[in-house]
């Protein structure tokens, strides 16, 4: 007959395994060397999807307009003409008034996804068959686009890159820069490993002939999460996903607890829908379930063997995050680990029980296959007597 305590020593050495063997690939990705490759330079479009004013927005956005890169054009697409990133957008073209770059205000709809549709003009616009969707919180180095042009060839779909977070301010921001330089860098690079298809909203390169291949970019209109859609609709039709070795920097700020909670717990119900698989499987990356299993596992020996499997279980976990955390580049603070191990549990189990999902504003109904239920699908699902009214 098999034991709770059997059971847990298994999941315990499962989640350990996971952990050191994933924290030394990202470790050793981390200190690759750039690709050599010296391939021609084309012209690329960047589009650059706002809502809002994220903190340090006009920072992050001045360094979009700095690239060492011959030819290559900046779109700022905005959906709605009261949103004050306009403002802001406004003032750094004037500040840059020979740069290749312009505001486009208002959206087509072409889905239930509002990012989308607010890629839908710039999109028409470009002037580039390369073109690259970055997200407005990220902030690039002056060899960004050469870094993602590098690893262009003739198989390959998409380049996409892991993302670090820095300058997180307050709980909700030092929360944010923890995550991101620890399970989500980790979780994006396994995942890129085992070929899952990954590919990151937050900058994602692509031929937009070759979009045109997969059906054009506005298919992916009802997809919840539209770059995951994007990479495994790649992977279908035979193409790779290339991942740049040095990761883009997402600008934090100050965030709340609150924010990061529901932003978190917004992104595990997108991976819920979208990639089950992968979701199912990320309490293995989660420390405190780990201390748990070890206690548990343990108990069978005596509570000596407990405590010293806690606490070596503990350093793995720790200095994993660590040596990560470093070399991002980030700040490691233990109060703020162990908030964050505190808290991510139920950041999984609110989406164990959560469809829909808010983003900036926007609330949307996840189906199967990520797909985002549409207006009238909703309304359809509607007993008549609500619909009539």
């Not at 991002?328 to 189990?349: C, D, K, Q």
Request: proline content about 4%; glycine content about 8%.
């Amino acid at each position: 007959m098999i034991s709770v305590s059997n059971v847990a020593l298994c999941l315990w050495v499962f989640s350990t395994a996971i952990s050191i063997s994933s924290s030394v690939y990202v470790w050793r990705w981390l200190r690759k060397a750039p690709s050599k490759n010296n391939a021609q330079l084309p012209p690329v479009s960047i589009l650059k999807p706002l809502k809002g004013v994220d903190p340090g927005l006009a920072d992050s956005l001045e360094t979009f307009l700095c690239q060492d890169y011959p030819r290559y054009e900046v779109i700022f697409a905005v959906a709605e003409a009261e949103d004050p990133a306009i403002a802001v957008v406004t003032k750094l073209l004037a500040r840059y008034p020979n740069a290749q770059a312009r505001l486009v205000v208002g959206d087509e709809q072409v889905g239930a996804n509002p990012k989308v549709n607010n890629l839908v003009r710039p999109l028409k616009m470009a002037r580039y068959d390369y073109v690259v969707i970055s997200d407005s919180n990220i902030r690039a180095t002056p060899t960004y686009l050469r870094d993602l042009v590098r690893e262009t060839g003739a198989n390959i779909g998409a380049v996409t890159a892991p993302v670090r977070g820095l300058g997180g301010e307050g709980i909700g921001g030092r929360l944010e820069e923890m995550h991101l330089n620890s399970f989500y860098i980790r979780s994006m690079l396994v995942s890129h490993a085992l070929g899952t298809g990954l590919v990151l909203g937050k900058t994602m390169m692509f031929k937009r002939s070759f979009s045109d291949r997969l059906g054009g970019f506005n298919r992916f209109g009802n997809q919840g999460a539209e770059d995951y859609a994007f990479g495994m609709a790649t992977r279908r039709v035979g193409r790779d996903i290339a991942l740049v070795s040095a990761p883009v920097t997402q600008h934090v700020g100050a965030r709340s607890f609150q924010n990061f909670f529901l932003r978190h717990s917004r992104w595990s119900t997108l991976r819920k829908y979208s990639a089950p698989g992968l979701f199912f499987i990320e309490w293995a990356h989660h420390g405190i379930l780990t201390l748990l299993f070890a206690w548990v596992g343990w108990s069978q020996l005596g509570t000596a063997y407990s405590v010293a499997s806690v606490v070596a279980t503990a350093l793995i976990w720790i200095l994993g995050d660590l040596a990560l955390s470093r070399q991002l580049g980030g700040r490691f603070n233990l109060g703020i680990w162990a908030l964050r191990e505190l808290t991510v549990p139920f950041i999984w189990l609110s989406a164990v029980v959560t469809r829909q999902v808010t983003w900036r504003g926007n609330k949307l109904r996840l189906l199967g296959g990520g797909r985002v239920q549409t207006a009238q699908e909703q309304t359809e699902a509607k007993p008549d007597w609500l619909s009539a009214g």
